[in-house]
C-alpha cells in the first residue's frame, strides 16, 4: 500500500514542462552536484527524479540567459556558491526541486517582464509631420475629389501648422496655387454661367474667401494667432465659416485694422456660438465698429461703450422682440449705423420704452418734428429753456435747433434697432443738419431736409471719416448693389485676381454687368488698364473714363480718381487745343447735373482748366472762366463763397487783377445772392457771402468798400431778427 501511493503523491505534484521554464530563483542551485545524490530509491522513482533535476537545470538555465540583465548581482552569487567539503543533506534539495505548484502571480511578482525600452514616439512624430508637410502641391478643390479623406486630412494640417507656426505665407501661396489650377481646368469663360460652378462648388468658395481674408493678416496679427490659443481657435474656426468671412470683407473698409477687429470678433465668439450663426451680422458691425472701445460725450461727460457690451444688449432686446425691426433682416453694413448709437443703456432703454409704441420703422422720420423748434436759440444762441442735461426726455420736453432734433431722432431709431444717420451741409439757408433712415427693406428716406442743400456730409462708424452724401446714398440708395448680386460681384472680383491678363479683363466686366454701380470694381478696373501691355489708345481711354464719370456723377472721390487717370492717361498725349476743348467739355457735362452737384465737384472742374490758364499767364482766360462760374452756380451762397475763393486765389499776383476780381464777385453778389426778402435763415446765409465780398475788398486795399459792406450786413441782420415774417422750420 506504501509503493502504491507514493507514485500517486508524485503525480499529484508533478508540475507542467511548460511551468519548469518559469522557475523561483533558487532554481539553478540544482544543477551543483549535491543535488544528484539522493537516497536509495526504486528504479521507477530513481528515473523521474533524474528527468525533474534534469529539465530544472534546463529551466533554470533559460530561465538565467533570459533575466541576467534584471536579476540583482546577489542573485548570480548565490547560484554560484563556493565549494563545500561535503554534500548537503539530500532532503532539503528534494524538497527543493519538488515545491507545491508554483503560483503564477507570485512568479510574476518576484521576476516580472520587463518592459522594452520606451521610445520617445509622441513629441518626435509630431515634428517629423510638419517638417514634411507637402505646402507645393495644390489642393484638391474638385467637388469631389476634395471629399476624400486623405486630401481633407492634409489640409487640416496645413491650415493648423500656419496658425500655430506662422506659415501664413506658404498656406496663402498654396491657395492661389490651388484655386489657379482649379480654375485652369475650364474650357473658357465664355458666359457668366461659367462661373457659378466654382461658387457653388462649397471647397473653392471656402479657399476663395480664406486667400481673401488671409491677405489681409499683417505680421502683428500672425503672431498674434501663434501665441494666443483664443485667437487661433477663433481664425481656424472663422475660416471654415464662408458666411462670416463674406460678411466680414463686405462690411469691411479699408482704413479699418484687421488685427483688432478680429481680436475684438474672437472675445465675442469665445462667450457666444451664435457669432458664427443668427447673429454674425451683429458681431460683425459691433467688432468694426468698436474695435477698440468707443468714446463720446454724452450728457456733458466722456461715455464708452465696448463691442461687447453692445452684442449682448442689441441681441438680448432682439430676441425679447423689443426692437422695432428684427436684427437678422440686417446685414452687417447697415447695423453699423444702429450699433454705434452714442448714449447710455439707460438712455437706449428710455428709447425703446417711450418712442416705439409712438413711431413705426416706415415713419420714423416723424420723429424729428417731434422736437419743438427753438427759434430764440436759433436767434440769440439762448435757449428758451436751458438744458440740465442731455438725455432724450429733455430735448423732446424743451425743444432745440436743427441739430438737436437730427441728434434725437436718429439716435431714438438706432436704439429702436433701426439704421439711421444724421446730415450736415451747408445751404441757400446756411448750416443744416436732417435725418435719413431705413423706412423700409433697403430704401432710406430723408427727414428735415430744406429744398437746396444737394449735398452734406455723413460720419461712417465703422472708421470714423466723413462721407459725403452723395457716396452715402451710392452705398444704401436703390441703384446700390445688394444682397446676392452683391456677393457675386465681389467674388468675381476676388477670382481675377486670381487669372491671366486676358481672363482677367473678361470677369471683371461680367462682375460691372452684375452690379454696374458697385465702385469697387471700376476701380479695379481702372488699375487694370493702367498696366496693360501695350497701353490702351487714347480714345479708348476716352470712352472708358466718361463711362465711369457717368456711373457716379456726384461721388467726389470716385471723380478726383476719374481725372487723375485723366491726366495721366488721356490729356498728357493731347495737343493745347484738345485739351481745353475737353476740360471745357467736362463743364459743360456738369451743368446737366443741375442743382445735384456737389461744391467740391464744381470747384474741380473749373479749377482744372483754370491751372492750365494759369501756365500760360492768361488772367483774361481765367476772369472769363470764373465769371461763367459765379453766374451757373452763383445763386448758392455756400457755392458762391467756394468758386469766389478759386478766382480770388488766382489774382493774388496781380494788383490790376485783384481790383477786377473784387468788382466781379460783388456784381455776381448783387445778381445772384442778395435779395430783398426772405426770412432769418435766407438773410443770415447771405450775409455770410456778403462777408466773403468785404474781405476781398479790403486785401485789396479798398477799406472804405470793405466797411461800407460790413455796415449792410449789420442792418440786414437786425432787420431778420425783428420782422415779423420770422418762421420756424
Not at 461659367?194 to 489681409?216: G, H, I, T
Request: with cysteine; charged share 25%.
Amino acid at each position: 500500500m506504501k509503493d502504491d501511493s507514493t507514485p500517486k503523491a508524485h503525480n499529484r505534484k508533478q508540475p507542467a514542462p511548460n511551468r519548469l521554464v518559469r522557475p523561483m530563483p533558487q532554481a539553478p542551485r540544482i544543477a551543483q552536484p549535491r543535488a544528484v545524490v539522493p537516497a536509495p530509491q526504486k528504479s521507477g522513482s530513481s528515473g523521474w527524479l533524474s528527468l525533474l533535476l534534469v529539465l530544472a537545470s534546463a529551466g533554470g538555465a533559460a530561465w538565467y540567459l533570459t533575466h541576467q540583465k534584471a536579476a540583482p548581482p546577489a542573485v548570480i552569487a548565490e547560484a554560484t556558491p563556493a565549494p563545500t567539503p561535503e554534500p548537503a543533506t539530500p532532503t532539503p534539495v528534494i524538497a527543493k526541486a519538488t515545491p507545491e505548484p508554483v503560483k503564477p502571480k507570485e512568479v510574476v511578482a518576484i521576476t516580472p517582464t520587463p518592459a522594452p525600452a520606451p521610445t520617445p514616439a509622441p513629441a518626435p512624430a509630431a515634428v517629423v509631420v510638419k517638417a514634411t508637410l507637402d505646402w507645393k502641391t495644390p489642393l484638391p478643390l474638385d467637388a469631389i475629389a476634395a471629399r476624400a479623406s486623405a486630401v481633407t486630412e492634409r489640409a487640416s494640417r496645413l491650415i493648423h501648422a500656419a496658425a500655430e507656426d506662422n506659415k501664413w505665407a506658404d498656406y496663402n501661396a498654396l491657395l492661389a496655387a490651388s484655386l489657379s489650377a482649379e480654375l485652369a481646368r475650364s474650357p473658357d469663360f465664355s458666359s457668366i454661367q461659367r462661373y457659378d460652378r466654382y461658387f457653388e462648388n462649397p471647397v473653392f468658395l471656402r479657399a476663395l474667401l480664406q486667400r481673401e481674408l488671409l491677405s489681409k493678416i499683417d505680421s502683428s496679427l500672425q503672431q498674434r494667432i501663434a501665441a494666443e490659443p483664443k485667437v487661433q481657435d477663433f481664425i481656424l474656426r472663422l475660416c471654415n465659416s464662408t458666411e462670416t468671412i463674406e460678411a466680414l470683407l463686405v462690411a469691411l473698409t479699408p482704413q479699418n485694422k484687421l488685427s483688432q477687429v478680429l481680436g475684438t470678433m474672437s472675445s465675442l465668439a469665445a462667450e457666444d456660438p451664435d457669432v458664427f450663426g443668427k447673429y454674425r451680422d451683429l458681431a460683425v458691425a459691433c467688432s468694426i465698429v468698436m474695435a477698440q472701445p468707443m468714446s463720446f460725450t454724452w450728457n456733458e461727460a466722456q461715455y464708452s461703450a465696448s463691442a461687447g457690451e453692445r452684442y449682448r444688449w442689441f441681441k438680448s432686446k432682439d430676441m425679447a422682440n423689443d426692437l422695432a425691426i428684427h436684427l437678422n433682416k440686417l446685414n452687417a453694413w447697415q447695423l453699423a449705423w444702429v450699433v454705434s448709437v452714442p448714449v447710455s443703456t439707460e438712455e437706449m432703454e428710455w428709447a425703446i420704452a417711450n418712442m416705439r409704441r409712438k413711431y413705426k420703422q416706415g415713419d420714423w422720420g416723424r420723429a424729428y418734428g417731434a422736437v419743438e423748434y427753438d427759434m430764440q436759440y436759433a436767434v440769440t444762441h439762448i435757449r428758451k429753456k436751458p438744458y440740465t442735461s442731455y438725455l432724450f426726455s429733455e430735448i423732446l420736453e424743451k425743444g432745440g435747433i436743427c441739430g438737436d432734433r437730427s441728434y434725437f431722432s436718429a439716435n431714438t431709431a438706432r436704439a429702436n434697432g433701426i439704421p439711421a444717420i444724421t446730415i450736415s451741409g451747408d445751404g441757400p439757408r446756411g448750416p443744416h443738419a436732417w435725418i435719413a433712415w431705413l423706412a423700409d427693406e433697403d430704401r432710406w428716406e430723408t427727414s428735415g431736409r430744406f429744398s437746396g442743400y444737394p449735398a452734406g456730409r455723413v460720419h461712417d462708424p465703422r472708421n470714423g471719416q466723413s462721407l459725403s452724401e452723395q457716396v452715402f446714398d451710392r452705398l444704401s440708395g436703390s441703384g446700390a448693389p445688394k444682397g446676392s448680386s452683391l456677393l457675386k460681384s465681389q467674388r468675381l472680383l476676388w477670382l481675377a485676381d486670381l487669372q491671366p491678363a486676358a481672363a482677367q479683363a473678361l470677369t471683371l466686366e461680367y462682375a460691372l454687368r452684375t452690379t454696374p454701380h458697385e465702385p469697387s470694381i471700376w476701380l479695379r478696373k481702372l488699375v487694370a488698364w493702367s498696366q496693360r501691355t501695350p497701353a490702351p489708345a487714347p480714345a479708348d481711354w476716352k470712352v472708358f473714363l466718361d463711362a465711369f464719370r457717368r456711373n457716379f456723377p456726384g461721388d467726389t472721390d470716385l471723380l478726383a480718381q476719374v481725372r487723375t487717370a485723366e491726366d495721366r492717361f488721356l490729356l498728357a498725349k493731347m495737343d493745347a487745343t484738345s485739351v481745353k476743348k475737353e476740360l471745357t467739355g467736362d463743364i459743360r457735362d456738369l451743368g446737366k447735373l443741375k442743382g445735384l452737384t456737389s461744391l467740391e465737384e464744381i470747384r474741380a472742374a473749373y479749377k482744372r482748366p483754370a491751372d492750365l490758364l494759369a501756365q500760360a499767364k492768361d488772367l483774361p482766360g481765367i476772369r472769363k472762366l470764373y465769371r461763367d462760374a459765379l453766374d451757373d452756380y452763383g445763386r448758392e451762397p455756400a457755392k458762391f463763397k467756394g468758386i469766389g475763393a478759386d478766382y480770388w486765389a488766382y489774382v493774388q499776383a496781380d494788383p490790376a487783377a485783384k481790383q477786377q476780381a473784387c468788382r466781379d464777385i460783388e456784381a455776381a453778389f448783387e445778381r445772384h445772392v442778395q435779395t430783398r426778402g426772405g426770412d432769418y435763415f435766407d438773410v443770415q446765409s447771405q450775409n455770410t457771402a456778403a462777408e466773403f465780398v468785404a474781405q476781398c475788398w479790403r486785401q485789396a486795399g479798398e477799406e472804405k468798400r470793405a466797411e461800407k459792406f460790413e455796415k449792410e450786413i449789420a442792418k440786414r441782420a437786425a432787420t431778420a431778427t425783428k420782422a415779423t415774417r420770422v418762421k420756424t422750420p
